[in-house]
């Protein structure tokens, strides 16, 4: 007997993989330490192995065939068809930032692997999420690219509405069943239906999950597109710039007094400058004047200055003069020609 065949001897059978499966992901649920931490990890990633084991397992059971209908299948067996719905929910514990992508793409695998096994075998009514061979662009085709399409948008509303109201009642049913099909006290009729209804749950799981996993991928790689036109555009700034170089005098003389050069010049600045002097067409800003000028300028100013005051001191004298003639002399006086 080889080692391979040992260890399959070894391993625990289906049944007990399941369960011990399904009690490491309620434990992940319902876990108080975050999912980071290291006893969370390491409980999802047993987990993963156990049911991959337990999928292998199952198939090589042949318990679940596709040639079969749901009627077919024993109470007990029903369970088994979440084994992908599990793993998928365990995929979407493992924490990789570096892999977040591949985890997500993953987990979708599984949940529409179980999605289709359901649909297949008619558990509930529902339409599957949409593939790359069922994309969103083959379904709006059909509409027009100027017309908002609010038909898909208000069917997507209803179907999370009633996806929710039977969410409620499943949870609710499967409250009242629990506590008797695991007493192991129930007819079969009983137990086939609380495996129904987890079949059920965890359709509705998976839908939600799909519609979560879809739309963070569409922001990693919006994310991933943006972050890659950064680094392009910081690769073109990180490029060396050119050298300056001189251009020769011979080269720039050509490329202003070339032929078609629409004004060719006809003498140089100073000669402009000299001939605007000559005839008194220059402002005198910014010229030195000669020392007589200045002296002359200043006097000038002076006397100015002097005449002013003098003309404000007589202005002064006679304001005063006129006051005190009108105080000695009343208003009207002199004035006799019209006195009767």
Known sequence: M????????LLPGLPELFRTSKQLLDEVEVAVEPTTSQITQ?????????????????SQLNLLSQNEDLDDIASID??????????????????????RLQHLQWAREHFLNYL????????AEFELPQTKNNSAENNTASFPMDYPTLVPMVSQRQAKIERYRQKREVERRLAVLKPAVESGQV????????????????????LEEVESIDLEIKLLREKDTSKEALTSHSSLQDRPQMKPFILTRKVAQDEVFGAGYPSLASMTVNDWYDQHWKFGGLPDQGIAKTKSEVKRAVQ???????????DDEQTLHQAQELDDWKDTHPRGYGNRQNMG
């Open 187 to 206: 007819d079969d009729e009983y137990v086939r239906e609380y495996y129904l209804l987890h079949l059920q749950r965890w359709i509705g799981i998976s």
């Open 300 to 310: 000038e100013k002076e006397d100015q200055e002097q005449k002013e005051e003098e």
């Open 78 to 99: 029903l369970q088994y068809l979440m084994i992908p719905a599990f793993q998928g929910a365990l995929i979407m514990k493992l924490v990789s930032p570096r892999q």
């Open 116 to 123: 289709t096994q359901c649909q297949h075998y008619h558990v």
């Open 42 to 58: 390491e409980k999802v990633l047993k987990g993963i192995d156990l049911l991959q084991k337990a999928a292998k397992m199952l």
């Open 2 to 9: 080889s080692a391979a065949e040992e260890d399959e001897l």
